[in-house]
């Protein structure tokens, strides 16, 4: 399996949802990754790199929130640096910074 189409099963474990057929390139669903309402309601999409840098894109910022938009989603962009022989994989996760407030009040409402 390619990188970035294994990277996508992963986050659809991560995330309990599913890849989506052609990674979101028709009309009728979006995105590399959706869930349902019981998995948190999330649409995600995927980069990969094997190199030791990537450019962020404001389109790809862009187009997850339009993607998002009416739907309740919540969009996240997942970015993975590919392992090396001397660097394991590293993942990091974009969020909206409305969606990162909402994160904390729930985790603060349960570490009461």
């Given at each position: 399996?390619?990188?970035?189409?294994?990277?996508?099963?992963?986050?659809?474990?991560?995330?309990?949802?599913?890849?989506?057929?052609?990674?979101?390139?028709?009309?009728?669903?979006?995105?590399?990754?959706?869930?349902?309402?019981?998995?948190?309601?999330?649409?995600?999409?995927?980069?990969?790199?094997?190199?030791?840098?990537?450019?962020?894109?404001?389109?790809?910022?862009?187009?997850?929130?339009?993607?998002?938009?009416?739907?309740?989603?919540?969009?996240?962009?997942?970015?993975?640096?590919?392992?090396?022989?001397?660097?394991?994989?590293?993942?990091?996760?974009?969020?909206?910074a409305a969606?990162?407030?909402?994160?904390?009040?729930?985790?603060?409402?349960?570490?009461?």
């Amino acid at each position: 399996m390619l990188p970035p189409r294994r990277q996508e099963h992963g986050l659809a474990k991560m995330l309990r949802g599913r890849t989506t057929p052609a990674s979101g390139a028709t009309p009728a669903r979006k995105g590399d990754v959706q869930t349902g309402k019981n998995a948190g309601y999330f649409m995600a999409e995927a980069k990969t790199t094997s190199k030791d840098s990537m450019t962020l894109k404001r389109e790809w910022l862009e187009k997850v929130l339009c993607d998002t938009v009416g739907d309740g989603r919540t969009p996240i962009i997942e970015i993975e640096f590919q392992a090396t022989p001397t660097r394991p994989v590293h993942r990091f996760y974009l969020v909206d910074a409305a969606d990162v407030d909402e994160f904390l009040v729930v985790l603060r409402k349960d570490a009461r």
